[in-house]
């Protein structure tokens, strides 16, 4: 556990980058820094490493005070990432990755091989081994950058907007990826972002920092989307976050209606068997139970083939109350269709279920019953620490 303990950091100028900060980042998970431009969260990530030394207060790292500790040693311990990679261009990628275990006396041929496993636990293609970082594209860069930084199998990685300058789609990449990894090696990562929405998505826990490097709040996702602290987090929350909450909230209790479905090839009597009081629809599928599209029953019982889409379908268990929600405001009947692994329609569920499944998940959540959802199952060792500061 890395642990600060009122430690601020005034550079020469007089600049306060960091003002008494006390946190207590948890081991084998992910802690967000975010907070607005200039609110120390640089600083603080490189006070980790020493190559930042605070002006007053301790840095912990289990329980030892990083003071008291050689700087080199204390650095290899961690894995160092920026934005853009920070690579060196004259080196090749397997070179690159491979730089600490060479500093650490491996031979060459052990160096290399660490690279090459490490290429491929980022997804890189070993083909590109040879290639120096101006050949790769941001994104396959930002992974090598990834893989150097676990090539001596450090407990700790420091993450200072390490897709900050991808596109959004690569960013999202990049976050599965490092959410991948992370459940395989469970190191103890600090991330830096401004970007809230990354913060959420691969956080344990969250420090919002406020100008003047100070912590606003320190919390889970969840409960910083449920409870702000004050109006600053609120307004850097920005807005939806109701909705956005939902997404820590599973599916897996929603009650799906399996019976207005019917097969393409439904005969009139056996879609007229499959419409159901109250539902003025029936779910069309291919005959191998894919969703087709919203069919008035006595219309279709009638011969017409008519069609209404059915926006985007939801897996229950697997995607959260957000994504059922999302599911039925896609959909123009207003309800949701519920598919297995294999896209095959199980059910519907209407807004209403979905309403009453959202004030259940509410409920339970306020009472403390920290239910574990289909997104934060990917966030392994879940926090319950609870508000502070
Ligand atoms: N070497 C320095 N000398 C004086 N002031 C500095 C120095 N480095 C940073 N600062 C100031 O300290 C404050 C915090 O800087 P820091 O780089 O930690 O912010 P940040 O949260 O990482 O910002 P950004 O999101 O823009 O990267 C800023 O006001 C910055 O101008
Ligand atoms: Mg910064």
Excluded at 244 to 264: H, K, Q, Y
Excluded at 293 to 304: H, K, L, Q, T
Excluded at 355 to 371: M, N, P, T, V
Aim: proline share 6%; hydrophobic share 40%.
């Amino acid at each position: 556990m890395i642990r600060f303990d009122a430690v601020t950091k005034r550079y020469p100028d007089g600049t306060e980058a960091v003002d008494r900060l006390s946190l207590e980042i948890p081991d084998r998970s992910i802690t967000v820094l975010v907070g607005p431009s200039g609110c120390g969260k640089t600083t603080t990530l490189r006070m980790i490493n020493r190559m930042i030394e605070p002006s007053s207060g301790t840095i912990l790292l289990d329980g030892r005070d990083i003071q008291q500790q050689p700087v080199n040693a204390l650095r290899r311990s961690m894995g160092y990432v920026i934005q853009n990679a920070g690579l060196f261009q004259h080196r090749t990628i397997v070179d690159n990755i491979a730089t600490v275990p060479r500093l650490l006396g491996w031979d060459r041929q052990r160096s290399r091989t660490r690279a090459m496993e490490l290429m491929e636990r980022v997804g890189l293609d070993p083909s590109m081994a040879k290639r120096y970082p101006y050949q790769l594209s941001g994104g396959q860069q930002q992974r090598v950058g990834v893989a150097r930084a676990l090539a001596a199998d450090p407990p700790v990685l420091l993450m200072d907007e390490p897709f900050s300058a991808v596109d959004p789609v690569v960013r999202k990449g990049l976050q599965e990826e490092l959410l991948r990894i992370q459940a395989e090696l469970g190191k103890t990562i600090v991330f830096v972002t401004h970007d809230i929405d990354e913060a959420i998505r691969i956080g344990d826990m969250i420090a919002v920092l406020r100008t003047g490097g100070r912590l606003a709040q320190f919390a889970p996702p969840d409960q910083l989307l449920a409870a702000p602290a004050d109006a600053f987090v609120e307004d850097f929350l920005g807005a939806d976050r109701g909705i956005r909450r939902l997404s820590f909230f599973t599916s897996a209790g929603l009650e799906i209606n399996p019976e207005p479905v019917v097969a393409a090839d439904s005969t009139a009597d056996q879609v007229t068997a499959r419409a159901t009081p109250g539902i003025p629809y029936v779910m069309v599928t291919d005959t191998e139970g894919r969703p087709l599209g919203w069919a008035d029953p006595v219309e279709r019982a009638a011969g017409d083939e008519t069609l209404v889409p059915y926006g985007r379908p939801f897996a229950p268990g697997r995607d959260s109350l957000r994504a059922a929600l999302d599911s039925a405001v896609l959909s123009p009947t207003g309800w949701a269709v519920a598919v297995d692994k294999e896209g095959r329609v199980m059910g519907v569920a209407s807004q209403e279920t979905i309403a009453d499944a959202i004030r259940r998940a509410h409920a339970e959540h306020e009472q403390g019953g920290h239910k574990q959802s289909a997104d934060a199952a990917a966030h392994e060792d879940e926090q319950s620490a609870g508000v502070t500061g």
